[in-house]
């Protein structure tokens, strides 16, 4: 009987440990997360919510109230441009909220006569956060005051990476490629470049310029012709 109580008490100790340590991590995790401050030109933008929607942010995304109290405005004005921009804006945000990956709220900041950029700037401060911007000069008055941006723009340009058309490559064919006359090469971090009318050059080593890019889920593929 002694030992039924022993082994009794050694499970639910087992239990209430694991249980302890969960709570402990989601904790760690939870004071790990970055407060993010989005504003009016990401939401028009639309694409920080592609970007949420993949699962790379994981923070807590905060939209002032400010902010959207300016698309508001927007939308109810006379310019039907930014009227469809501003509406778009408010759509972007609301789709927001619903990513699983990530916290989006609406932060209750004043509503008074504060330039939004000012209070972006002010926010970011209080509460040791970022902001996420498209604005140039946002992004250029954030990094005077030491404050770190996310630009969907910048990241952008880097998964696009140096290979646009009309760049210049060195590289290796080592195989034909799907259509004919075309061989297949790969760039030092694997990314597979099609060059066509090349077929008679597998095993060679050739200079190539870059026509198009192809991006997919399953990876980047450039096209290129021979030089």
């Not at 956060?129 to 723009?153: R, Y």
């Not at 140096?162 to 990314?191: F, M």
Request: neutral net charge.
């Amino acid at each position: 009987m002694e030992i039924l109580i022993l082994v009794v008490v050694l499970i639910l100790l087992a239990e209430t440990t694991i249980v302890l340590v969960k709570n402990l991590k989601k904790e760690a995790k939870k004071s790990g997360r970055r407060k993010i401050f989005v504003d009016t030109s990401a939401l028009i933008d639309g694409r920080i919510l592609a970007v949420a929607q993949t699962g790379f942010i994981g923070d807590d995304l905060l939209i002032p109230r400010s902010v959207i109290r300016e698309l508001q405005l927007l939308a109810d004005g006379k310019d039907s441009e930014k009227r469809a921009l501003a509406r778009r804006g408010m759509d972007i945000a609301r789709e927001l909220e619903r990513v699983v990956y990530c916290n989006t709220e609406i932060y209750e900041d004043e509503l008074d006569h504060t330039p939004v950029d000012e209070r972006l700037i002010a926010l970011a401060k209080e509460n040791h956060g970022l902001i996420c911007t498209n604005d140039f000069n946002l992004n250029k008055v954030a990094a005077t005051e030491h404050i770190d941006v996310l630009n969907v723009n910048d990241l952008a340009l880097t998964l696009l990476g140096k290979t646009t058309p009309g760049t210049k490559l060195r590289l290796k064919l080592v195989e034909k490629g799907s259509n004919r006359g075309q061989a297949v090469g790969h760039l030092d971090d694997g990314t597979m470049v099609v060059v066509e009318r090349a077929s008679k050059y597998i095993g060679k080593e050739i200079s190539a310029e870059v026509i198009r890019a192809h991006q997919t889920s399953a990876g980047r593929i450039i096209f290129a012709k021979k030089i």
